[in-house]
């Protein structure tokens, strides 16, 4: 009888499987089931960013054209700032800043020390990048925002995740445009107004997110409808297209991947690589 071992001579083939040999095959043993409705809420953190590097695009373009006065833009950020403080608050109840140990008092400090620097660093912002040209500046932008999207931390465990790297690359987009407003001023609104929606923003999301699901839902068709709006002043054309990612990306490409999911057939059996799960520390002492 044919046994499964190389260390004895056998009257069969090298290649030779009998039967049994079939018997231990699975079909997708660690492959996960998703839910349509699941993956449509998971998919409003893309919607959420995407919508945020619409509205800060847009929120400068009005700036440049002088639609939008610094002072607006700095005013309405700072209500929406402590309305989204207050919030955050109070969706657990205080208990996230128990657990880190960070008072109210630290917050404020750590703000004004942040806006005294940025105002104080605002009109080198300003003549920072003089000697580039317009073009590349725009270029520079588009690229550091689509890797800010790229890095950006949704919650997937992958490697390409970095949420220090995302951040860094929108401020540097900030940067680059605020230095294209006509004053000093609008650079230092705009760089603020950046640390809001890059920095701030995304943390609210995912303690709504964690805390009430559907708050976070009813958020983000707000935010999106709102950052639909704002492009729709701008261009009617660039308004339609950008609806038609949101849409493909909350409702078409999960059940695209539901679908795919269904053709799903990886196999596994003995001859897959031996995992080694006993501890060999104490060989490496």
């Known amino acids: ?31 996960r089931r998703y839910r349509y409705r699941a993956v449509v809420f998971q998919s409003g953190a893309v919607v959420q960013q995407l919508c945020s590097v619409c509205v800060f695009v ?31 608050d109070t969706v657990d109840g205080g208990a996230g800043r128990q657990e880190s140990g960070r008072t109210r008092w630290a917050d404020l400090k750590s703000t004004l020390v942040f806006a005294a620097f940025t105002y104080g660093f605002s009109p080198v912002l300003k003549t920072l990048t003089e000697s580039i040209s317009t073009d590349t500046i725009y270029a520079m ?24 790297l995302s951040l860094n690359m929108a401020i540097f987009a900030s940067v680059c445009l605020a230095s294209r407003l006509p004053r000093s001023l609008h650079a230092f609104v705009m760089v603020t107004f950046a640390m809001q929606i890059f ?6 999301q ?32 660039g308004a339609v297209l950008f609806a ?18 269904l053709l799903k057939d990886n196999i596994h059996g003995p001859w897959d690589e031996a995992e080694i799960k006993e501890d060999l520390s104490r060989f490496l002492m």
């Open 206 to 237: 995912k303690k709504l997110k964690a805390r009430t699901p559907r708050c976070y839902v009813g958020v983000t068709v707000l935010f999106a409808l709102a950052a639909l709006v704002g492009l729709a002043t701008v261009s009617s054309v």
């Open 141 to 164: 932008s588009a690229l550091m925002l689509l890797g800010h999207l790229i890095f950006f931390d949704y919650g997937a465990n992958a490697a390409i995740v970095s949420s220090t």
């Open 1 to 31: 009888r044919w046994q499964k071992v190389l260390y004895e001579r056998q009257p069969f083939p090298d290649n030779y499987v009998d039967q049994r040999f079939l018997e231990e095959l699975r079909k997708n043993v660690h492959a």
């Open 58 to 88: 847009v929120t400068w373009w009005y700036m440049d054209a002088g639609m939008l006065s610094p002072q607006g833009l700095f005013g309405a950020a700072l209500v929406s700032s402590l309305l989204g403080y207050v919030l955050f």
């Open 199 to 204: 920095a701030l923003w995304p943390m609210l």
């Open 244 to 261: 038609s990612l949101l849409l493909a990306i909350s409702c078409l490409c999960p059940y695209c991947l539901i679908r795919f999911q």
